[in-house]
């Protein structure tokens, strides 16, 4: 069945990094798009990147500049490289996948899965990330 599992939260300080992973197994990985999002505590899910199937990618104006999303098909794995860490970026994160093809999908493609992690099948249990003053 399929399976996704984060691994790489963990608490640091401001201005810090931490590169979080998510391996996946069950399906054809490379003809998904893959997203993290995040949940604060008493908060609402918010999309924090995504890449899709061809390798574009989009991340959420709160990141930029400071988040990388990639992935490596022959690891069935994608990873979110978080930089400048700040303590507003304290949230549990998830892995999803969701079915997009290979082909290129255009920034609007992105930006609507971005917003719409509803549209996601399948999703990781979550790793916490904790980022202190």
């Known amino acids: 069945q399929v399976q996704l599992v984060e691994s790489g939260g963990g608490s640091v300080q401001a201005g810090g990094s931490l590169r979080l992973s998510c391996v996946a197994s069950g399906y054809r990985f490379s003809g998904y798009c893959m997203g993290w999002f995040r949940q604060p505590a008493g908060k609402e899910r918010e999309g924090v990147a995504v890449i899709d199937g061809y390798g574009g990618t989009r991340n959420a104006d709160s990141v930029q500049g400071r988040f990388t999303i990639s992935k490596d098909n022959t690891k069935n794995t994608v990873y979110l490289q978080m930089n400048s860490l700040k303590p507003e970026d304290t949230a549990m994160y998830y892995c999803?996948?969701?079915?997009?093809?290979?082909?290129?999908?255009?920034?609007?493609?992105?930006?609507?899965?971005?917003?719409?992690?509803?549209?996601?099948?399948?999703w990781g249990q979550g790793t916490q990330v904790t980022v202190s003053s």
């Open positions: 999803a996948a969701d079915w997009c093809g290979s082909a290129f999908r255009g920034s609007s493609f992105l930006a609507r899965k971005l917003e719409r992690g509803d549209e996601f099948t399948y």
